[in-house]
């Protein structure tokens, strides 16, 4: 078993989730990380209106070499949010390989077709298919990674949460808005934290609620429609100021005071100047 603290981090051949694994090898953490996309040149996400798919960069090829050129150890896993069995797996993995979780990283969403569409053009089952996704298979996640943590004594886990479970559109979807088959599911998701403060913080797992701020990643960019969102005043934040308040919340002594908050990246980062 090491003896370095491990951290895994789920969604990072891209986007924030590629940041935050960086990061925290940059501050001393051996890094695993999951994606759906091994290669580079492989990547692709449903396109935001119709039917079809656009091209991502990354790989989990490729942010193991950045990891490991930080001089830190990395684990590449695969994962689906859509597949149960693949998410139960990857905590099994790192616990076989490494012998310890000491940071989760909730970043990953699940990319579900037709998600952001309109309220009356909205498919079911894609509505169904993005809470097990972004809900459901994150419970599942967090029964595979606490029984370790409750062993070792302790843990932290930081949700990635959004504005839109709490926040409602300026503007339908494709206008500045967002679908209400993602935001929901982000909803659900968002409660997921406190249940595991209220459960098992008397026992050294504590577990934060990250809201990144409007972020516009590589997987946003390629499908469109975050110019539409900022036009309607929301600011972008950079990709690196999340990754520095989850390294901060994992680290720090101040932290548990923001325990039971939605913590918001861009107002945290200020006030600490973590950037």
Known sequence: MTSTPVALVTGASRGIGRRTALALAGAGYD??????TAEEGEGRIPARHGAGSVAVPGSLSTTRAEIEALGARAL????????????TA???????????????VNNAVAHVAGNHDRLLDLDLDVAARTVTGNYLHQIALLQAVLPGMLERGGGTIVNLCSGSATTDPPAPPGEG??????????????RLAGAVNAEFRGRGVRAFNLDP???????????GGT?????????????????????????????DALLGKVIWTPKLVRERGLL
Not at 76 to 87: E, F, I, N, Q, T
Request: aromatic share 10%; hydrophobic share 50%.
């Open 90 to 104: 990857a905590a099994g993995t790192v616990e076989r390989e490494w012998g310890r979780i000491d940071l989760l």
């Open 177 to 190: 808005g967002w679908g209400v088959a993602y935001s929901a599911s982000k909803a659900a998701f968002g």
């Open 31 to 36: 890094v695993a990380f999951t994606a759906r």
């Open 213 to 223: 701020g409007f972020v516009i990643t590589e997987a946003g960019a390629a499908r």
């Open 227 to 255: 110019g539409a969102i900022a036009g309607r005043g929301f600011e972008p934040t950079p990709e690196e100021a999340p990754a520095a308040a989850v390294v901060w919340l994992a680290s720090s002594p101040d932290a």
């Open 76 to 87: 590449p896993v695969r994962m689906d949010l859509l597949d149960r069995a693949s998410v």
